[in-house]
């Protein structure tokens, strides 16, 4: 069993930044992949980064692509969300997301996650 806290959200005004982390427990998270998803209000829930499990590789939806940076640190048991050049669409609830291993690699789908954080809020101001 993995859980996941995630910290960071807030209130930030357009062009500003923001920097999201997700702390698993459990001694399996460095064999997992990661992934980020936000649900804004009456929205369905989008995927926004993914990373493998050793960090070798990561995908980005194309809406935060050369804003936004996933990674993480196996050491801290964290994942990471960078968030840059913020716009008032990028205002959700942000979730992390476990993809069971070992040695899993990232997915899109969120339905092939199989554990989840409680979600922090990031609103930005226009």
């Known amino acids: 069993q993995v859980e996941l806290a995630e910290s960071g959200g807030g209130l930030v005004q357009a062009g500003g930044s923001l920097r999201l982390s997700c702390v698993a427990s459990g001694r399996t998270f460095s064999s997992y992949a990661m992934g980020w998803f936000r649900q804004a209000p009456g929205k369905e829930r989008e995927f926004v980064a993914g990373?493998?499990?050793?960090?070798?590789?990561?995908v980005y939806a194309d809406s935060v692509k050369d804003r936004f940076t996933i990674s993480r640190d196996n050491a801290k048991n964290t994942v990471y969300l960078l968030m840059n050049i913020l716009k008032p669409e990028d205002t959700a609830v942000y979730y992390c997301?476990?993809?069971?291993?070992?040695?899993?690699?990232?997915?899109?789908?969120?339905?092939?996650?199989?554990?989840w954080g409680q979600g922090t809020q990031v609103t930005v101001s226009s």
């Open positions: 997301a476990a993809r069971a291993g070992p040695y899993s690699d990232y997915s899109l789908r969120s339905l092939q996650y199989d554990y």
């Open positions: 990373i493998s499990w050793n960090g070798g590789s990561s």
